[in-house]
């Protein structure tokens, strides 16, 4: 089984082949960060722009490097929600599209089950259940992975997501967008000599809003005089023990032994470390993306899409023209 899939919900224009949901034939990726970089962050408006631009030459650059036909193609996966509304929209308004020409049908997909689809890329043997740490731009969530496409989410961040508050402090410490990998590579050379708060609440909830206005405030008290280095390093170690606390008490509750980490942040290399490091003390097997998985891609759409259009969760465009791009669709609707 074949499909083309597309992923347009931020900044990366990106379109891939997947053959039976695991097998990457092609996976290309238009990113816009240096568009965005100048203005400190995405721009929603020249986002949708800059994907309208690119899409059909990624769609055609995808089908080729995975030396396939259009005819080869048995369905459309497409990202059609969370994201920016217009940058969504002109991939899921290119998949109806296409669908309607080939007249095949569309599967409608997830982005954040697309990231943690991007384990079964990365591990041929992964099949769910298990707990996946959902850590991205928009989303810190502990999801309960049921089965392919049944997902319950245990815990979520009340304020800021992960990736924002990296992205937040990386600003404030004079680095570019975006902030995260930049934020880690400075903590590299840095020590743990900042007290940062951590905030705990009686149920898995997570809340990041006040560490980040902890290190801004610092920041704007030592002027000159910051180490800067130093508080890269206190807010990342600091947040990703928050992250796992949460993590663990899940897996104690729901007497789980398989973590998945997905979204941007599972790049980020202190976590990585720090779950393994919790995997290998309290018996569970932790999982994590490929590296080129962990941010906006369109193989992992692609793993996510075969998973729904095999349970049955696609339609013929031609039957029902109506699928709409959803800014703030929540995982489990
Ligand atoms: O999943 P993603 O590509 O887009 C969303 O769906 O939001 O995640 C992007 C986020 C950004 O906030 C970026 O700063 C963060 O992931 N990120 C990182 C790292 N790489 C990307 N944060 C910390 N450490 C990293 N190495
Ligand atoms: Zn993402």
């Given at each position: 089984m074949i499909g083309l899939n597309i992923e347009s919900s931020c900044d990366e224009t990106a379109v891939s082949i997947i053959e039976d949901g695991r097998k990457?034939?092609?996976n290309v990726i238009s990113t816009q960060i240096e568009i965005h970089?100048?203005?400190?962050?995405?721009v929603p408006e020249i986002a949708s722009r800059?994907?309208?631009t690119n899409i059909s030459y990624v769609v055609e650059e995808a089908v080729k490097e995975a030396n396939v036909s259009f005819q080869d193609i048995d369905y459309i996966g497409v990202t059609y929600g969370p994201g920016l509304i217009g940058a969504l929209l002109v991939g899921v308004s290119y998949a109806k599209s296409l669908a309607y020409a080939l007249d095949i049908p569309i599967v409608p997909t997830h982005h954040i089950e697309g990231h943690i689809a991007a384990n079964y890329l990365t591990y041929e043997e992964l099949k769910p259940p298990f707990l996946a740490l959902v850590v991205s731009g928009g989303h810190s969530h502990l999801i309960q992975v049921k089965d392919y496409t049944t997902f319950e989410v245990i815990g979520k961040t009340r304020d800021d997501a992960v990736g924002e508050a990296f992205d937040k402090v990386a600003r404030v410490l004079g680095l570019?967008?975006?902030?995260?990998p930049e934020v880690s590579k400075l903590a590299m050379s840095g020590e743990r000599t900042y007290q940062l708060p951590k905030t705990k609440f009686e149920n898995l909830d997570f809340s990041f809003s006040g560490i980040k206005t902890a290190v801004i405030n610092i920041a704007h008290k030592e002027g000159d005089k910051l180490r800067k280095a130093d508080l890269a390093t206190s807010f990342e170690q600091t947040v990703c023990e928050e992250l796992l606390h949460n993590?663990?008490?899940a897996v104690e509750e729901l007497k789980i032994d398989k973590v998945v980490l997905a979204g941007g942040v599972s790049a980020n290399r202190v976590l990585r470390n720090m779950l393994n490091e919790l995997a290998d003390k309290h018996h569970f097997k932790a999982y994590m993306p490929d590296l080129k998985y962990c941010t906006d891609n369109a193989a992992m759409i692609g793993s996510a899409a075969y998973?729904?259009?095999i349970a049955g969760n696609y339609f013929n465009i031609r039957d029902k023209m109506d699928l709409n791009a959803?800014?703030?669709i929540k995982i489990g609707d």
């Open positions: 990457v034939l092609s970089k100048e203005f400190g962050g995405v800059k994907h309208l570019p967008y975006p902030g995260g993590t663990l008490l998973y729904n259009y959803i800014a703030n």
